[in-house]
């Protein structure tokens, strides 16, 4: 068989131009062949036409030879154009080779592909579209080929074929998804720039819906956002503009829920773009979907939490829009119906148990605008879901007692209001803390003094340094008595003596100084007018025992005169030591200081009260030579001198006063502060035989 009848109808001397090596020759036989074509759809030659796309398809363009393959593809190119109009009847002959010849390993090869298939979508156009797919995968390829060449005109081609869709009216974005969504990973740079192109270009074209197919790519075009390359950044960055200016148009028919997710974790990027970005598209999500987002709160809240810590000014963006997204969660936040069957459904929607974990998590955060901020979530869950967030109580109890040790004033404040809402909304609803393997319950109240005591008790130095500020703000946030009654009768039976008189101490300072406490020491200095303060002082003094000094200035405070003159001689048997003297020193100050005015002004009428008289003398008799002797000494000098009655029962000691008239507290007080003192002394006596032995054994060893 002869070579013309190989290639018929091409002739030995067309054959050998058309896969000639030099380019020219090659397009002088294409002009022949497209010469030819014409001639066969004149005539209507079908066979002819067949024949030839055959030669030209299969027995050059999947030739071995690459000179063949050259002319195949020159070839095939120039029957398209001959074609016109027909070429959908012969397309798919045509289309196929020059598809393959993308993955030639000659590069110049691939460039005459995309000179072949530029002709072929060109004449074709819209009838292309049924081949998209597999034009688009080449065109993927083609944007990051090794050769310049190609990779040019693979772009002239993609140009040409963008132009196709947008005045397609059959193009199927549903076979393109999948692309899209493999593609769009891709770490090259060019073809990441053809990705975000693509994507631009579908968003522009209103009858193709992409915006439906967004969950798809979305993750994707946020990791291109990520690019170093400005150029790719700000084209990424202006499609997602797009996006979600079309979202705020057209909020209707957008699956939020399938990209929320991906939003919160890119809003954790260390890329500030693709953080400020994702943060954007939060907001909006969580203004416009509102309770559709519900269900995501926890991860909302991974993501702006953190976010309200930053601290940069190139941040302050992201962290004003968190404070936003912040606000407008709270908005959209559901409240539980006072009756306690009837459920919300949007509260059913929460995840309780990972929006707590979430606000425990960001509890120990470096920063203390986060810190703060997951306080108040908890406020806001007491404040508006109290029941089911008491589900979760014994967990944020334990986790927001240690908060308590929070270096921030701010956050320590903010967790003391949240225990106080714990004591209301508990008290409110009947709810009572239950010890773990037992049948026994307290209030919350209660049970937060508890821990509160003992946190004190592990950590001397959290009650030296916050203790009084802690103190004096939940004597604002609740009831200064109630919290001087449930401390006194938590301290009263407490072992640990040192302590117990270190936290008397520290409370006796405060009743004594604060503002906070102003009704309770009112109370308690109108003890001689009002039976009822007489509970509320044996309470106190039961308690004070452990201290001597701060009951004494109990004592003096509420006018129980008397007692205190009997204490003192008590304290005189003791060991005095000079943590005792330098209490009596303060003591002498606050005597002298508007809390005390009473007192100095009870001193004009000596003969109406002869035991304040016998106390603050002996008080001065304790006081060694000092500032606060002389001071005390001189405030007895102005004390005017004592006036006797006639009568000859009178006498310094026997004139009623006016606590007698009301009646003195039981003896049984003094027994009791002698019991504990009596412990105490024992307990210290206890301690400085240890120090030594161990001082000793240190020695030796």
Not at 88 to 100: C, D
Not at 207 to 223: R, T, V
Not at 298 to 325: F, H
């Amino acid at each position: 068989m002869s070579l013309e009848q190989d290639f018929h109808p091409l002739s030995h001397s067309l054959l050998k131009l058309l896969t000639e090596k030099i380019y020219e020759k090659r397009k002088t036989a294409a002009l022949e062949i497209e010469k030819m074509m014409k001639d066969y759809m004149i005539t209507n030659n079908t066979a002819m036409v067949q024949k030839l796309l055959k030669v030209l398809a299969q027995d050059l363009t999947f030739s071995d030879n690459s000179n063949y393959r050259k002319g195949g593809l020159i070839g095939l190119a120039a029957a398209s154009i001959a074609l016109g109009k027909q070429i959908q009847i012969y397309l798919p002959q045509i289309i196929t080779p020059v598809l393959s010849c993308f993955n030639d390993s000659d590069s110049r090869i691939r460039y005459f592909a995309c000179e072949a298939l530029y002709n072929v979508v060109k004449v074709a156009r819209e009838e292309t579209m049924t081949f998209f797919p597999e034009i688009f995968d080449v065109l993927s390829k083609g944007c990051s080929d090794s050769d310049n060449n190609v990779k040019n005109g693979s772009e002239l081609l993609d140009r040409l074929v963008k132009d196709v869709v947008v005045e397609s009216k059959t193009f199927d974005l549903e076979k393109m998804v999948p692309l899209l969504r493999e593609r769009i990973y891709a770490r090259n740079p060019y073809v990441r720039q053809f990705m975000v192109s693509w994507v631009s270009v579908l968003d522009s074209v209103p009858e193709i819906h992409i915006q439906q197919y967004l969950p798809e790519i979305i993750d994707g075009l946020f990791i291109i956002l990520s690019d170093p390359r400005l150029e790719i950044r700000k084209a990424c960055e202006a499609v997602l503009g797009e996006f979600l200016h079309g979202i705020v148009n057209a909020p209707q028919g957008v699956d939020y829920p399938a990209m929320i997710n991906i939003l919160i974790a890119h809003s954790q990027s260390s890329e500030e773009l693709v953080q400020f970005t994702a943060i954007l598209w939060v907001k909006q999500f969580v203004k416009l979907a509102g309770p559709q987002m519900l269900p995501y709160t926890s991860g909302v809240l991974v993501a702006v939490l953190p976010c309200l810590s930053l601290e940069s000014d190139s941040r302050k963006n992201i962290r004003e829009n968190a404070k936003m997204i912040n606000q407008d969660v709270l908005k959209n936040f559901p409240k539980e119906n006072s009756n306690s069957e009837l459920l919300n459904e949007d509260i059913l929607t929460l995840d309780l148990k990972s929006i707590v974990q979430v606000l425990i998590d960001n509890l120990s955060h470096q920063n203390v605008p986060t810190r703060l901020a997951s306080v108040r979530w908890v406020f806001n869950l007491l404040e508006y879901i109290p029941r089911r967030t008491f589900k979760s109580m014994d967990k944020l109890f334990t986790e927001l007692l240690k908060s308590l040790q929070d270096p921030s004033d701010e956050v320590v404040l903010a967790v003391l209001e949240v225990f106080a809402e714990i004591t209301s909304v508990s008290d409110k609803l009947g709810l009572c803390y239950s010890f773990p393997n037992s049948k026994t319950s307290i209030t919350y109240f209660r049970h937060f003094i508890q821990e509160l005591l003992a946190l004190f008790k592990k950590d001397l130095q959290l009650l030296q340094d916050r203790g009084h500020f802690m103190i004096r703000q939940l004597c604002l946030l609740l009831s200064a008595e109630e919290i001087y009654t449930a401390i006194a009768e938590a301290l009263v039976t407490d072992t640990d003596s040192k302590f117990a008189s270190v936290m008397v101490q520290a409370l006796s300072a405060i009743l004594l100084t604060a503002s906070e406490v102003f009704e309770l020491r009112r109370q308690l200095q109108g003890l001689v007018r009002q039976e009822s303060t007489r509970e509320l002082f044996v309470k106190l003094y039961r308690c004070w025992a452990h201290n001597p000094i701060a009951t004494v200035s109990l004592c003096l405070l509420s006018q129980q005169y008397r007692q205190a003159s009997e204490l003192l001689e008590i304290i005189a048997g003791l060991d005095v030591t000079v943590d005792y003297l330098t209490e009596i020193d303060k003591l002498i100050q606050l005597l002298e200081s508007p809390i005390f005015t009473s007192l100095r002004m009870q001193l004009l009428k000596p003969d109406e009260n002869p035991h304040l008289v016998r106390t603050l003398y002996g008080l001065l008799m304790l006081l060694p030579q000092s500032e606060a002797f002389d001071t005390l000494r001189s405030r007895l000098d102005c004390v005017p001198r004592q006036r006797f009655s006639n009568d000859k029962s009178s006498s310094v000691l026997s004139i009623v006063s006016a606590e007698e008239v009301e009646a003195d507290l039981d003896k049984e007080l003094l027994e009791h502060f002698k019991i504990t003192q009596s412990l105490q002394q024992v307990a210290v006596r206890k301690q400085r035989q240890t120090s030594r032995i161990e001082l000793r054994n240190g020695f030796l060893s």
